[in-house]
């Protein structure tokens, strides 16, 4: 029973040779260590063997990592409070410096000392700066100041740190309130000065409209006043041309026409005496033709 | 195993190590069986298949016919022999080839390293010596912003440069467009793409004042994130492209919001007064244009009337006056008698001769019965 030595040989065999080979994956770097010690650090993908049962490998994230800051609330350079959180996009350049900084706790570990690098360079850099810049096209140059402080502290870990980016910016809660009040006021006062301005222009509209309107009429009025004035002038000329030529004889017709106009119908009564003009043949006892 | 799970395995004594089955890549790349044989496994198959193959008693899983029953057997059976072969070769093929579909493409890593990217329809990644990633490229995937989806922070609230707040919500549509970067790069992409939008936004919102952001039209602010987002994803090289930004909501928030729709109303108000003088400016202006035209008509009608009634006047003076000329004396008794027989016609008289026979009597003239009318007339 040969077959009982082989086989436990075969599968001690077998195992060694599949636990000296190992493959490093795009995504990761690989650090080898025997008893501990740093042998190699791996950051290219691709086969590769180890000595079985003594030396052990560590494997790493080589993407891009994330970290977000807890929001901090602190003061800047003006005395005003503002709510500040980051995120920082990072990643492993140097295995060996970064394993020999962090130690074994790795990823979380590191995430830990980049946010004690990261959160006080968010309020070195910010404390020197007012509301003001932080709320204008200063805040990419803010950024990223933070990021290149950043970087260089994060240097030591191992660590290249790619970006560093603000994300809120906001005022603490207590400050909203008093904030919504002032917008509301704000729109207030606008509301107010919209109706304040429609009754504004509605008031001169009309106003302007009167007093067109008097113009307009008062225009008229006197222009009409100066068509009838010449049109009285034209009659007076004309009565005048006309009536001149004999005034006598014009005193005489118009007095006839006004005793017809005046003294018409049965409303009047006349005492007249025979003696007048029109009776001048009335009571007469010559009807005889004047002597010549 | 050096405490490992094997010189492939999964398994790692790292606790900070993350390994390649929590990558948060969800549902962009399935994953084509496990990567790395199981090692354990891996030497229990094959020593289950030696014994067989030693005449040993297999647990019959190998083939359906295991050699049982006491029967001496011929420790090499050619037939068994065979099945396995083909069963192995079988379960080899299976977990070597695979299939994409038409928005599928993947990525197959031989040794970990980077090997191919495989296009739709029959691929082949023989295992265990390579492994593929597939990712999904054609599929637009929406990450959505201040609306609540990111946690409780996630608001949406933001702080413009005069220290107003505005309320803006959106959407990141995205695609892979390059699998390979986007495998490789970035280990949580759509964490990203969250972080890095809500950076875009509150920067663009910090650069400007609220009413402009609540003004301006929406394609312009979503075309200024898109090309912020694009840009800072492209400088983390992620093989993401940005395809549009649906701006959802660029508003003041809800605690103003009363407020605004205030100066909403405020503003139609003003409009509504506005047209309301303009109207009455209107009526009054041409009902003054109106009363004008007809003060000159009438002017005009009377001096026409004037004119006219005078020189008719002046013309029947002059025709008389000619004649009367020729012939005054007589023309003149005629007149007045015919004048002086119209008006004496009409009235009542009462002749009372006043020669001197007659001084002694004193007239009675009874006015009260003569005169009808409070006006009298007399002579």
Known sequence: MRAIYVIPALVIVAAAALSSIFTVDEREKVLVLQFGEIKQSIDKPGLYFKVPFIQDILRYDDRILGLTTTPQEFPLADNRRLVVDAFARWRIVDLEKFRRAVGSGGIEAASANLGAIVNPEVRDVLGEATVEMVLSSARVGLMNKIRDNAREKAATLGIDVIDVRLTRTDLPQQNLTATFARMKAEREREATDEIARGNEAAQTLRAEAERTAVEITSAANKDAEIVRGQADAKRIAIYADAYGQDPEFFAFTRSLTAYQTALKGDTTSMVVSPDSDFFRYFLAETAAAPKP | ?379
């Open chain 2, 1 to 379: 195993m050096a405490g490992s799970g094997g010189p492939w395995g999964g398994g790692d004594d790292e606790p900070g190590d993350n390994n390649k089955g929590q990558d948060g890549r969800r549902g962009n790349g399935d994953r084509r069986g496990q990567p790395m044989p199981d090692v354990d496994q891996l030497m229990k198959k094959g020593q289950e298949q030696l014994r067989v193959l030693m005449g040993g008693k297999g647990n019959g899983d190998s083939n359906g016919r295991g050699p049982g029953g006491g029967a001496p057997v011929n420790p090499i059976n050619r037939q068994n022999l065979f099945f396995t072969a083909i069963g192995l070769a079988l379960i080899w093929a299976y977990l070597s080839f695979y299939q994409l579909k038409p928005e599928e493409r993947s990525v197959e890593l031989l040794f970990g390293r980077f090997s191919s990217i495989g296009e739709e329809g029959l691929n082949f990644a023989p295992w265990p010596f390579v492994t593929a990633e597939i990712v999904n490229t054609t599929r637009q995937n929406t990450t959505a912003i201040g609306t609540g989806a990111g946690g409780a922070q996630d608001n949406g609230l933001m702080l413009t440069s005069d220290q107003n707040i505005v309320d803006i919500e959106f959407e990141v549509v995205w695609i892979i467009n390059d699998p390979t970067k986007y495998l490789f790069n970035l280990k949580d992409p759509e964490g990203t793409i969250r972080a890095v939008a809500e950076s875009a936004v509150r920067d663009i919102a910090a650069r400007s004042q609220l009413m402009p952001i609540l003004n301006t039209d929406r394609g312009a602010i979503g075309r200024l994130l898109e090309e912020e987002v694009q840009a800072t994803l492209q400088s983390y090289d992620s093989g993401i492209s940005v395809v549009r930004v649906n701006l959802l909501k660029s508003d003041a928030p809800e605690e103003v919001k009363d407020s605004f729709r205030a100066v909403q109303a405020a503003q139609q108000e003003r409009d509504r007064l506005q047209k309301e003088a303009d109207a009455y400016a209107n009526k009054i202006k041409a009902q003054a244009r109106g009363n004008a035209s007809q003060t000159a008509e009438q002017a005009k009608a009377y001096s026409t009337q004037v004119v006219n009634v005078a020189e008719g006047d002046a013309s029947r003076f002059l025709s008389i006056l000619r004649e009367y000329v020729k012939a005054p004396e007589v023309t003149r008794k005629r007149m007045y008698l015919e004048a002086m027989e119209q008006v004496m016609g009409g009235m009542k008289k009462i002749v009372m001769s006043g020669g001197a026979e007659a001084t002694g009597a004193v007239p009675y003239l009874p006015l009260n019965e003569l005169i009808p009318a409070p006006k009298g007339a007399t002579n």
